[in-house]
C-alpha cells in the first residue's frame, strides 16, 4: 500500500521497474501465482481463483467494447485485467481511452487489496474499488482510480475516500 498509496515519483519508478521486469506484457496478473502460493486465505476467507484460461474467455466472450464492467469479487485483479487487456486490443492504442472502459470492483480480502489497487493503476484502468463485503454491502474502504490524462498509456493515481466523503462525477 506504501507503493500504491506513496509517493507518486517513487511509486511511478517502481510501476516502471515492474513493466520492465515483466517485459512490458501487462496482459495477464503477474502477481497471481505469488499470492496464490503465499498468501490466499483458501481457508479463512473461502478463497478460490478463476483459472487464467477462464479469464481469458470471459474477456473475448463477454466484455463490451465500452463500458463499465462490474466485478464482485476482484482478487487481485486477474479477471478484470483479461477484460482491459480485450478491450485494448480491439482498438487502435491512440484510439483507447480508459474513461470509456470503467470498472467497479469489490475485494473484501486486506491481503489482496494492495495488489489490486497497483495491478489496476499500473495500467491506467479508471473507475472504482470497494474493498469490503459485496454481499453485506459492508465498505472498509473506498477508492478511486483516476488516470488524469485518459491516456491508455499512463498510470491511474489511488485517491482513497474517507467513509464521509462523497464521489461526485
Not at 15 to 38: A, T
Not at 103 to 130: C, F, H, K
Not at 142 to 151: A, E, G, T
Amino acid at each position: 500500500m506504501n507503493i500504491v498509496m506513496g509517493d507518486r515519483e517513487q511509486r511511478d519508478a517502481i510501476y516502471k521497474e515492474l513493466l520492465s521486469v515483466n517485459h512490458h506484457d501487462m496482459s495477464f496478473d503477474w502477481f497471481r501465482q505469488l499470492y496464490e502460493e503465499e498468501f490466499a486465505q483458501r481457508k479463512k476467507q473461502k478463497q478460490d481463483f478463476t483459472p487464467m484460461e477462464v479469464s481469458e474467455l470471459v474477456g473475448k466472450i463477454a466484455v463490451p467494447t465500452t463500458g463499465t464492467i462490474h466485478e464482485p469479487t476482484a482478487g487481485t485483479g486477474g479477471l478484470i485485467i483479461s477484460a482491459w487487456w480485450e478491450q485494448c486490443r480491439r482498438v487502435i492504442p491512440w484510439e483507447y481511452f480508459p474513461s470509456k472502459h470503467m470498472i467497479t470492483v469489490w475485494e473484501l480480502s486486506d491481503r489482496a487489496i494492495p495488489l489490486l489497487l497497483l495491478n489496476l493503476s499500473i495500467r491506467g484502468i479508471m473507475g472504482y474499488v470497494y474493498h469490503g463485503d459485496v454481499l453485506e454491502c459492508a465498505v472498509k474502504a473506498r477508492y478511486i482510480l483516476l488516470n488524469k490524462s485518459d491516456d491508455a498509456l499512463g498510470f491511474s493515481d489511488v485517491i482513497k475516500v474517507g467513509p464521509g466523503d462523497r464521489i461526485v462525477g
